[in-house]
């Protein structure tokens, strides 16, 4: 009972077996902070896959996954109509997956979503070898029913290189679901590498959604 760090101190002052109690102490002292603005989802918990990233002068997110997972959410409230749009920018470096991941024990992969008023959401990923413009519903079993992937990159060509995205998510939804919903209300950054044990390196900014005149930047931190 009581705070970690305090009872990691007292469990090392009786000794440490390969210096295992001093490595998370030393975790926990220097614990990366999530980015500003942005939550975990609160099943999966807290990490420190994701972190704040200033690069060319422009506020950005740093992904680095390894054996782990995360889901990090913003809320992002705006109408979903026929030219409503999710913007980009994305650095993919390194793939976590070295199969197609539409299959249980290869679903690792790195992703930006948005979550709409009705539960569900629309995952955007850069895939292994997946054809460009599959839609699959997600292999996992607990997540089937609520999640939708759609690969807009396949392969290596463009690994280690800022490209600028931008989905028609209307579109997008009347693809995957047959019809759009009414509303988005978050946008999340997923990260999953805990079934092949690799290594996924990205990074993003500049995510905005739009709509006509209408603009909502993600990237900023909340106000």
Known sequence: NGEPLNGLERTASEGDVDGLVAMEIDRLKHAKPKPAGWDFLWFLGRSEIYSD??????????????????????????????????????????LPSDFPEYTLPTHDYMSIAVEFDNGQDLTYYWSHSVPVETCYRCPLPTW??????????????GLGQWIDESRNVYEDCRKAYGEAPKRIVRVWLIANSLLQRKHGKCEYRDIRLTNGDAVLDVSLAAS
């Open 144 to 157: 089937n029913s609520r999640e939708t992937h759609l690969v807009v990159r396949s392969g290596h060509d």
């Open 53 to 94: 990233l200033s690069t060319d002068n422009k506020r950005g997110i740093q992904c680095k996954t390894h054996k782990n997972v995360c889901i990090l959410q913003k809320d992002a409230p705006f109408a979903l109509t026929p030219d409503t749009r999710l913007q980009w920018a994305w650095c993919m470096d390194e």
